[in-house]
């Protein structure tokens, strides 16, 4: 079988570019533990509403001053649907829907996941700019899915 | 000569309808992004659109699209008519009842599910039974073409299978591996829940198996255009195919490649350990390299066609090439679009990124530029050629057919390129409305989804020039003795040995192995996992 000079040249350049994508991505999760929100952990989606990890809905701050924001989604709101968090400190999401698949995403920022029935997501960010940033979703769950979304306030403490 | 014309011809006519219906649901969907009031515009009829549009053009366009187009190509190719032809149109029957079904159900407003229909959005079960025979009618089809093939091969020992057929055959066991994912899910899950059969089903377990299909289906599109742009397109140009060996060994990285892929839909996906995300980011990005070898072997073949037209220079071969040949302008640009959205896709597959553009409307901008040109504007290309040769009629209207790839590729620029922008700047994919009641965020986006209804506007004129044409040709076209289809010879001969490449069998058992490294073990982890099914929900 035979090869082109040309041809060789090429295939170990793109075998080099794959190489330098994926060296990237590696640096990224390595270095600056940029991973997806792969948080592993399940709920009854038929219970949720009474789950004692749903319950109470809102902003906590916990004793290391880090913020945890726990919510719900459901056709076609998210509960609550206004939230204040502190800029420059990690805020940490736990997102559990009470019907069907929703999305979760803070426009303009990297914050992003899926909402799952049965699934906890779950996710830690920092918000470095205060202002008023809007969620929507992200994954089409109804005849509604468009006026679905909520606001996050991020405040103060440049 | 082509065999079986009137069944290949079926299949594309099924195809072109599917495509017309789609089209019309796509122009509503592009005005009503850009908050352009038309009179029957209603979310209910926005969502039921995206679902008919998405089911028509991705599944039944392409399906039956490539249907018949493997057969014209395996039969000529092979020299001899399909082996079992009663099966095969038992199969065309099947999956021409099974559409019939999932239409009724989305037309009716049943499904409104759109094409991922993930659970507990629960469709009619008949939208689910009707997709599972449109598939079966697909593996019986394939059946055929591999028996046919076999039948040859006894014939011919020893003889490399003509490189048409080689990639048709990869097609075939591409989609034989990714539809094991989708039918587990419809009969294990979605047909018995939706008969009330089973009271509940678990969404994650739906998308892992949904996506072990549906990201090898994107090669089940595209694995046949690259079969055009091999062993047709640079015939048509003028030229000859750069190389054979290499175009075999594309077909058999993407046997090996295109399933254990899948999680890099699921990104964003709670329940799914990072590490096996990981891993599947690794292969994602391995399965460029083909692609990038095709562009290479492509473009070199079309340079070959450029010179043997006279060209001399570095770059006047590309001016020489037939711009205003249908089929190969639709295919060049085509190409160029592709081009676009290949880096777009490895900007979706990376890790990190993918939170940017995870379901915005960026993501609608890249598969436009993928199936929807590299696959869908091929494909009217290769009907402009194919169509008239089927029936044997001159092509109708051909100053339509001559505009429309050009139309294609401007209102496919202006619709992508805003909707990558307005994208990363996260407005969502798929929603009827995109003011989110005149949130500041959502004003920023507005001028750009006006450039996305302009572009899809001139995409809607586009189609219809196809339509008007593959009308045209199919009723009024002037009957005439048409060329018999050939496919391009390669530059250095036609291969009289057998390379490693050829061994098909052997690369599908590197797949099936590759496969099961990739999924058995984070399936059987999940199954391990104490999990809690949902119910079925209808809010449509």
């Known amino acids: 079988m035979h090869v082109h000079l040309y041809e060789r040249i090429w295939m170990w350049g793109a075998g080099a570019i794959i190489v330098v994508f994926l060296g990237a991505i590696a640096f990224a999760t390595v270095s600056q533990g940029r991973l997806p929100p792969s948080h592993v952990e399940t709920v009854d989606p038929r219970n949720v509403w009474s789950d004692a990890r749903f319950a109470q809905r809102g902003v906590t701050t916990n004793p290391d001053g880090s913020v945890e924001v726990t919510m719900l989604a459901m056709m076609f709101a998210f509960q609550p649907n206004e939230i204040r968090v502190p800029a420059n400190t990690p805020v940490t999401f736990r997102i559990a829907s009470a019907d069907v698949v929703h999305g979760f995403q803070i426009v303009g920022t990297n914050g992003n996941t899926m909402v799952i029935p049965g699934y906890v997501s779950q996710f830690t960010m920092t918000f470095d700019e205060p202002g008023e940033y809007l969620i929507t979703c992200n994954e089409y769950c109804g005849l509604g899915h468009h006026n679905m979304g909520a606001t996050l306030i991020v405040e103060g403490g440049v | ?540």
């Open chain 2, 1 to 540: 000569m082509i065999h079986n014309r009137r069944l290949a011809t079926a299949n594309i006519g099924v195809a072109v309808v599917a495509f017309g219906i789609a089209t019309f649901m796509a122009l509503m969907q592009a005005l009503s992004r850009a908050s352009l009031d038309l009179p029957w515009r209603s979310a209910k009829m926005y969502y039921l659109s995206v679902t008919g549009h998405g089911v028509l053009m991705a599944i039944v366009f392409t399906t039956f699209f490539i249907m018949g187009l493997g057969i014209a190509f395996t039969t000529r190719a092979l020299e001899r008519p399909l082996k079992w032809p009663r099966v095969a149109w038992a199969g065309f029957w099947i999956a021409a009842v099974g559409t019939a079904m999932v239409a009724w159900a989305i037309l009716w407003g049943k499904a409104t599910v759109l094409y991922t229909f993930y659970p507990p959005l629960q469709a009619h079960s008949a939208f689910y039974i009707g997709a599972t025979l449109l598939v079966v009618g697909s593996w019986v089809w394939g059946a055929v073409i591999i028996a046919s093939y076999f039948a040859w091969k006894k014939d011919n020992p020893g003889t490399p299978v003509p490189l048409a057929v080689h990639g048709i055959l990869t097609t075939i066991i591409v989609w034989y591996l990714a539809t094991v994912g989708v039918a587990s899910e419809m009969l294990f899950q979605l047909i018995p829940w939706s008969l009330g059969l089973k009271e509940t089903v678990d969404p994650l377990l739906a998308r892992m198996l949904f996506w072990f299909f549906g990201h090898p289906l994107v090669y089940f599109w595209l694995i046949p255009a690259y079969v055009v742009w091999y062993s047709v397109v640079p015939r048509e140009a003028g030229g000859k195919l750069f190389s054979d060996p290499l175009a075999r060994m594309v077909f058999a990285l993407f046997i090996i490649l295109s399933t254990p892929v899948g999680f890099h839909h699921q990104f964003m996906d709670p329940g799914i350990s990072a590490g096996w995300k990981l891993a599947h980011t690794v292969t994602t990005f391995a399965i460029l390299f083909p692609s990038f070898v095709t562009a290479f072997t492509v473009t070199a073949s079309l340079e070959v066609a450029g010179r043997m037209r006279g060209a001399r220079g570095l770059f006047d071969w590309i001016a020489k090439l037939p711009w205003n040949n249908p089929m190969v302008a639709a295919v060049l640009l085509s190409m160029i679009l592709f081009a676009v959205g290949g880096f777009g896709g490895a900007i979706n597959a990376a890790y990190g990124m993918n939170a940017v553009v995870h379901n915005t409307a960026w993501i609608q901008g890249h598969f436009h530029l993928t199936v929807g040109s590299a696959v869908a504007l091929t494909f009217m290309g290769v009907a402009y050629w194919l169509v008239p040769k089927l029936v044997g009629r001159d092509l109708e209207l051909g100053l339509l057919a001559k505009w429309q790839p050009y139309l294609w590729f401007v209102g496919m620029l202006l619709f992508s390129i805003s909707n990558h922008i307005t994208g990363i700047m996260g407005m969502p994919r798929r929603v009827y409305e995109t003011s989110y009641g005149g949130s500041l965020a959502a004003t920023q986006w507005e001028g750009l989804t006006l450039i996305s209804a302009a572009g899809g506007v001139l995409l809607f004129v586009s189609a219809s020039f196809f339509l008007l044409s593959m009308l045209g040709t199919v009723l009024a076209g002037p009957k005439a003795e048409q060329p018999t289809l050939e496919f391009a010879e390669p530059l250095e001969g036609e291969p009289t040995k057998l390379v490693v490449f050829d061994r098909i069998w052997a690369w599908v058992v590197v797949a099936v192995i590759l496969v099961a490294i990739a999924y058995a073990y984070p399936l059987a982890d999940h199954l391990a996992m104490e999990t809690f099914g949902s119910p079925g929900y209808k809010p449509f």
